[in-house]
């Protein structure tokens, strides 16, 4: 039966030492932390998780707005916005929410950030730092993936890490910080032959395809680390599950995130971080 790392509690001990340090932020520096989000529609999955970056700005002490634009909004006028915030000396981080309108060229939008604002890390600049180990902004997900397994002091160097995803948002860039931390890694995908034999040669098993319950206790090693980072809804009762069957699984497991109450509140607490971070490089602070 495997240990069931909360990334939950994690997270809320995160906010509560974010907290502290935010409280001395507007004596040292003369202003507060401000991240701006902007929401295009009113995708339901999107709404929830703008109010919930928004809960914990609140609960951190950093400012927040969010910017809600109509789903009919033009790709001219969402990257007008972008400018203005862009030149605002008192916004220190601009998340546009994803998915956007079919309508509108993510990576343009995406490309329109000012890299030092770009608390996704989504940025090509930032995303070109992480794969030439420079100074750049670390995307959330990733991020707390990593944290999650320091939390544990679980090793990773020399782990064969097995990443269940390419996605630019967490697969690619988890299993490029894996390797940073001298792990063996394969990036595995729809199209990989024999998944379930790849599977079984982790260490260290990170799912992240967006297929519920994909994951399967067969294709888990016995003693593995198996991170769910799946967000999807159980085809029958609706309700919220990962990638991974978590009820079996953990059987198998050394140690397991569970969803929900794993990665998703280690991202957004990845992502104060990286908005408290840019706000420190603005204001000359220390970190
Ligand atoms: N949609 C799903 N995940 C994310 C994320 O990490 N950032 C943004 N901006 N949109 C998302």
Redesign the pocket.
Known sequence: MAIIISGKELSLQKKEIMKQKVSTFEEKYGRLPKLSVILVGDNPASVS?VTGKGKACAEIGILNETIKLPESTTQEELLNVIEKLNKNVLVDGI????PLPKHIDSNSVINAIKPEKDV?GFHPQNVAALYLKQKGILP??PRGIIQVLDSKNLPIQGKKAVVVGRSN?VGLPVAKMLLDRNATVVIAHSKTYNLPEVCREADILIAAVGRARMITADMVKDGAVVIDVGVNRDPETGKLCGDVDFENVKEKASYITKVPGGIGPM?ISCLMENTIECYLEHVGGNK
């Open positions: 998780y998340l546009v929410q994803l996704d959330c997900t948002i991202t």
